[in-house]
């Protein structure tokens, strides 16, 4: 079973929609949930992370936490074409003790915004 | 905005021969990470590194791998004798104090693309 699993898109929104991406994890110990977004040739670039249940806003991106479903979620709003790029979820799973931060990656979601 | 360098940003090299991948960390990061990307592959895991030893390492990360923290700025990564498959992007990361404001975070350098001919 693959530890972080993303739908691989690509996903189409026209511009000033809403983006919705998803991610779930295999592992119910995983403490810490990132998204990342990678331009085509570039690095992930860290736009928000979450810890806890519930809800994260910063300006137009919210992150959603359910650990029971063991699913996280990204919402862009106001979509724009610059926001057109691979998003990736990574979780930090512990795996039989103190982790040091090793991050577990999907394999990421392809966004396209339309103008 | 202080950031995570890498140098070279491409590197060429024949089969068989050694690379050392080099990387500034954010300077009051105290967690250093290597991971790779392969062309249209998920970004993995190879190494962490904290308190000037190997903290965690991946399957991938065999005996032709080794890091190093040769002064108090640099991470280096040397693959010994590199084969086609290592082609991919190399990034580096770092990470704060764990208690510290975004002390979870890891920030990626841009990357060395290392091509094996």
């Known amino acids: 079973q693959k530890e972080v699993e993303q739908n691989s898109g690509p996903l189409s929104v026209p511009e000033g929609a809403i983006a919705s991406l998803n991610c779930t994890y295999s592992d119910r110990v995983s403490q810490s949930f990132f998204w990342y977004r990678q331009y085509s040739g570039k690095s992930p670039e860290l736009i928000m992370s979450i810890y806890s249940n519930g809800d994260k806003e910063d300006g137009r991106f919210t992150a959603q936490l359910n650990k029971a479903s063991q699913y996280v979620s990204l919402l862009i709003r106001d979509s724009q074409p610059s926001d057109s790029a691979t998003y990736l979820c990574?979780?930090?799973?512990?795996?039989?003790?103190?982790?040091?931060?090793?991050?577990?990656f999907g394999q990421g979601t392809i966004l396209t915004v339309h103008p | 905005e202080p950031e995570v360098t890498q140098t070279p940003s491409h590197q060429v090299t024949q089969m068989g021969q050694e690379v050392i991948l080099r990387c500034v960390p954010i300077s009051n990061h105290l967690y250093f990470y290597w991971y790779r990307q392969i062309l249209g592959q998920k970004v993995e895991f190879l190494v962490s590194f904290y308190n000037n030893e190997i903290s965690e390492k991946s399957e991938i990360f065999d005996d032709q791998f080794s890091v190093e923290r040769p002064d108090g700025s640099n991470f280096t990564l040397k693959i010994r004798s590199t084969k086609l498959e290592d082609s991919a992007m190399y990034f580096c990361a770092s990470k704060g104090r764990l208690r510290s404001a975004g002390g979870r975070e890891q920030f990626f350098g841009p990357g060395t693309r290392l091509t094996v001919l």
């Open positions: 990574a979780v930090k799973i512990n795996i039989g003790g103190t982790s040091y931060g090793k991050l577990t």
